[in-house]
């Protein structure tokens, strides 16, 4: 089956430091790509959708300034935790959805730690 | 924004049938029916997608009644290792669109011994 990664796996920094998240799509060509967010024992929380090529759609309440997201090519969109404060530690997930299919195939996430 | 209802959670012994519901009252004509499974600090994991009657593959079957406000995962002779939560989500998989989930509480099945 099509699979998708993320790196790093986890990350730990300091308050006020920006933080990178990669994430590839390793068989196929991604057309679009998912970015979530999940807390502790919460489900998770679709934070913006990114296509190869253009700007990302956030859902509401999500700051776009905060969490820059590029998709610059088929195989990878990269989410950027910028300015990171603790209470944006959490569990961050994304996926990415082949052209040509209707499955949707997740990543096995981020663990980030805001110190 | 999410369209479901399901259990909080579940609990069932290892070797019996386990059947989650999932309430979805104002599904779309063009809405698919999606089931995942996550494991903590995992990525959810595809199990299971239907739009109508009964679909079967090698680890689930879903029931979906006529009417498609309901579905149910039917998960055969539990396991141990199938305790985690189940997610069902339902949203328009057409080629050409966004294909947008947004996840529910979803069910926290735990199997005991």
């Known amino acids: 089956g099509a699979v998708v990664s993320q790196h790093p796996s986890r990350v730990i920094c300091k308050s006020g430091t920006s933080v990178k998240i990669e994430c590839r799509s390793l068989?196929?060509?991604?057309?679009?790509m998912f970015w979530y967010r999940q807390f502790p024992k919460q489900s998770l929380m679709l934070m913006a959708t990114?296509?190869?090529?253009?700007?990302?759609?956030?859902e509401q309440g999500v700051e776009k300034d905060k969490f820059l997201i590029n998709h610059a090519s088929l195989t990878l969109s990269t989410l950027t935790v910028t300015s990171a404060h603790p209470e944006d530690s959490s569990f961050y997930i994304c996926s990415a959805r082949s052209r040509g299919s209707n499955e949707q195939y997740f990543g096995p996430g981020t663990r980030l730690t805001v110190t | 924004l999410a369209k479901t209802t399901q259990p909080i959670s579940m609990d069932s012994y290892e070797g019996q049938e386990v059947n989650i519901t999932c309430s979805h009252n104002n599904i779309a004509t063009n809405d698919y029916i999606t089931w995942y499974q996550q494991f903590p600090s995992q990525g959810p994991r595809f199990i299971i997608q239907g739009y109508k009657t009964k679909v079967t593959n090698e680890v689930a079957s879903l029931f979906i009644p006529a009417d498609r406000k309901s579905s149910t995962l039917s998960l055969p002779r539990v396991s141990l290792s199938d305790t985690a939560v189940y997610y069902c989500l339902v949203g328009d998989v057409r080629l050409y669109n966004f294909n947008k989930f947004y996840f529910g509480s979803g069910t926290k099945l735990n199997v005991k011994p």
């Open positions: 068989d196929f060509q991604a057309t679009t």
């Open positions: 990114s296509n190869e090529g253009s700007k990302a759609t956030y």
